[in-house]
C-alpha cells in the first residue's frame, strides 16, 4: 500500500490540498511567527506541566516521523494553563527536521527556520472520549511546540537518538519505557500561542498551538541519527532517507499570535 502523502516533489505539501482541501483553510499550521507582531495578554498564564507520572510505551517510525506513544487512559500526564481551558492528556510526541541543520522546524521566527521541531501532542479527554474525536474538533488538541538548534550534545536526547537503529523502517516499532520528556524542554517556558492545525494531513484545525521561545541545544551528531531513517519499509527495494519532513509556513489570515512571558 502506497504512501496517501509524503514529503517527496510528488506527493509533498503543495499537492496535499488535493486528497485534504482543508489544507487551503483559514486556520493551517505552521506558520512564521512575527514577534513583533504577537499581542501580549497579561491575563495568559504560565504553562504547567504534569508528566511526572508519564507512561511512554514504544517509539515508531510511522513513515513520516519517529514517534514515541504514551499510556493516556487516564490524566497522568497533562499540560494545562495558558490558553488551555482544561487539562489536556500526552498522547505522542514526534519530530520535524531537515536534510542540513540550516532548516527542518516547521514554525519559523521573522523567517528564520531551526534544525528541528519537537511536537508534544496532547488531547481534550475533558470533553472528548477518543483522541481520534478530538483531532476533529476545534478545541481537540494542544501541541507543544519545541525547536531544536545545532551545538553541544544534549545530556538526554542519547536516549532517544541511541535507539533509532531499531526503528529504521516504517512501520518498525521497539519498546520504549520510563522515558520523561521534560528532559527536552528549555529551562524557560516563554511561548507564543495561535489556533491551527495538524501540520500533517488530515491537516484538522483542531490545535490550540504552543511554541516555545528558546530552542533547545542539540549536537549535529545527535541530529544525523535522525537522517539514519527511512521513510520507506524494509520489504520496499527504495530506500528514501527520511528528512526535510516538514510543512512549510502557511497564510495566517488575520489570525491573532499571542505571546506570553513566563
Ligand atoms: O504535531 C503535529 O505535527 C500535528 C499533528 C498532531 C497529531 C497527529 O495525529 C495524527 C492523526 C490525527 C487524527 C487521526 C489519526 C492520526 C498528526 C499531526
Ligand atoms: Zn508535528
Redesign the pocket.
Known sequence: TGNPWGYGKQDGPSVWHKNYPVAEGDRQ?PIDIDPHQASHDPSLGPIVLNYDKCTSIKIANNGHSVVVEFEDSDDRSVIQGGPLGNPYRL??F?F?WGGKDCHGS?HTVAGNSYASEL?L?HWNAVKYKT??EA??APDG?A?L?IFLETGDDHRWLHTITDVLYTVKFKGSVTDFKGFNPKCLLPSSLHYWTYLG????P?L?ES?TWIVVKDPIIVSEKQLSKFRTLVFTGEEEDQRTRMENNFRPPQPLKGRKLISRRV
Open positions: 499550521s498522547k505522542q514526534h520535524h516547521e511536537h501532542v483522541f481520534e483531532a476533529t488538541l501541541v511546540g492545525s495538524l501540520t500533517t488530515p484538522h490545535v
